[in-house]
């Protein structure tokens, strides 16, 4: 990989320079510009030096710090988990490293392991699925997560209806598996759509509302939606 630094004199006042990566023969543009993005990007950079599975770790613990979702002793799921940055906040938050909580990470992919959390290969959308997560868990769960998103294919709308349509499910199963008073957050894309998301929410949830964390790139159309409040429903 060859990498070029853009900067002046030195005397920069503390700020890091711009990498540019130059394209390389078997490298297309589109990847050149996504690993400039990266090697720029601050979130990545913090992620690494403080030990996070993904730079999307921001983005949750962003949440909680802001609306005080995770507390100690509290049962989590964390829906699409892999690579495990929302399961690592979570199990701190949580924390289940002592025994106090516990976090359960669903994915169709083997993860690594993460102290203090419970991964399973499975699909949440089998029918079966919320008994065995509360079977795993020994109750219904004060949380649900999904930072999930679908395989792009370039098309605005497509893509869309497609990180929307995963949201929809995820909310099917939360209605399984949370106890009153839990909550639901998952990642969406602005597009018209997820206002309907957020009436199907409103029903079963005292508070529901976009936020989008600073850890979002601000040139992304992602939203996550939050509801806080579960009022009971078929876990209930």
Request: net charge positive; hydrophobic share 40%.
């Amino acid at each position: 990989m060859s990498v070029q630094k853009k900067g002046g004199s030195g005397n920069e006042g503390g700020r890091g320079l711009k990498i540019r990566v130059k394209t390389a023969r078997k490298r297309s543009l589109s990847s050149t510009l996504w690993l400039q993005r990266q090697l720029n990007d601050p979130y990545v950079s913090r992620a690494k030096a403080e030990g996070y599975r993904s730079r999307a770790a921001f983005k949750l613990l962003e949440l909680d710090e802001r609306y005080k979702l995770l507390k100690p002793g509290q049962k989590i799921v964390d829906l699409g988990a892999a690579p495990g940055g929302w399961s690592q906040i979570a199990a701190k938050r949580v924390q289940s490293v002592d025994g106090k909580g516990r976090v359960i990470g669903i994915d169709l992919l083997d993860i690594e392991p993460i102290p203090g959390v419970e991964f399973t290969v499975m699909d949440f959308q089998d029918q079966d699925a919320p008994d065995r997560l509360k079977a795993m868990l020994g109750g219904q769960a004060d949380g649900v997560m999904s930072d999930m998103a679908s395989n792009t294919t370039g098309h605005r709308q497509t893509d869309h209806l497609r990180i929307v349509g995963l949201a929809e499910m995820a909310i099917e199963f939360a209605r399984e598996v949370l106890a009153p008073g839990g909550f639901f957050t998952a990642k969406v894309l602005q597009g018209g759509t997820e206002q309907t998301l957020l009436s199907n929410l409103k029903r079963d949830f005292s508070v529901v509302r976009h936020v989008k964390p600073a850890a979002s790139r601000p040139d992304s159309a992602e939203l996550y939606v939050l509801a806080t409040g579960f009022r009971g429903g078929a876990g209930g």
